[in-house]
């Protein structure tokens, strides 16, 4: 497989920490972070520091949402597969993603948040590819824009391997 690097590591660094100088002015100060796993689990972790940083405190949990059945493209409809422990009635909300794709499993996490009674819900992605969004659906906070390109590393895999890579990869071919 050959890629090649697309976002090296320090653009991403510089990236996250302007993303939580605008997050920690816009969000209440009791809100419940949502990280969707695995793949939020890098940019998820590094966002929470950078907002501590700034005196943010939240209340973290995680959900786990697939879509990808170990190919490059969604395999369509996307299923909850953890569901978040923390009470979310009259909760404000920050979900946090790798990455915005079609939508669709973007959407499902609102559906979510939205049955079990969130008072709101604020959503940061580090990438968005809005060339291929199939539902209509914006992240607040987003860290790249993206062509659509398929990328690995900084927790986003291919059938589970390279998440582990500091920087954000194109596969270019086998």
């Known amino acids: 497989m050959r890629t090649r690097i697309l976002i090296p590591v ?27 796993m695995t793949g939020g689990f890098v940019f998820g972790a590094d966002l ?10 939240f209340r973290c949990d995680i959900m786990q949402l697939q879509s990808y059945g170990g190919g490059l493209v ?24 790798d990455i915005l794709d079609t939508g669709r499993s973007f959407k ?26 199939l539902e209509a659906v914006d992240a607040d ?5 993206i062509p659509d390109l398929f990328v690995i590393g900084y927790g986003l895999d291919l059938d589970r391997r390279y998440r582990e890579l500091p920087d954000i990869h ?5």
């Not at 920490?17 to 969707?36: G, L, R």
């Not at 009674?117 to 992605?125: F, I, K, L």
């Open 74 to 97: 969604s395999a369509g409809r996307p299923q909850i597969t953890l569901v978040p422990q923390s009470p979310l009635v009259d909760a404000d909300v920050l979900f946090i993603d």
């Open 108 to 133: 499902a996490a609102l559906d979510h948040f939205a049955a079990q009674g969130a008072r709101s819900v604020r959503t940061a992605v580090l990438l968005d590819k809005p060339s291929r969004r």
């Open 170 to 174: 194109v596969v270019e071919g086998e």
């Open 48 to 57: 929470l520091r950078a907002l501590s940083r700034r005196a943010c405190r």
């Open 10 to 36: 320090e653009r991403i660094a510089d990236r996250v920490e302007a993303m939580a100088d605008d997050i920690a002015k816009a969000v209440a100060p009791d809100t419940t972070a949502i990280i969707a």
């Open 141 to 145: 906070f987003i860290g790249f824009e």
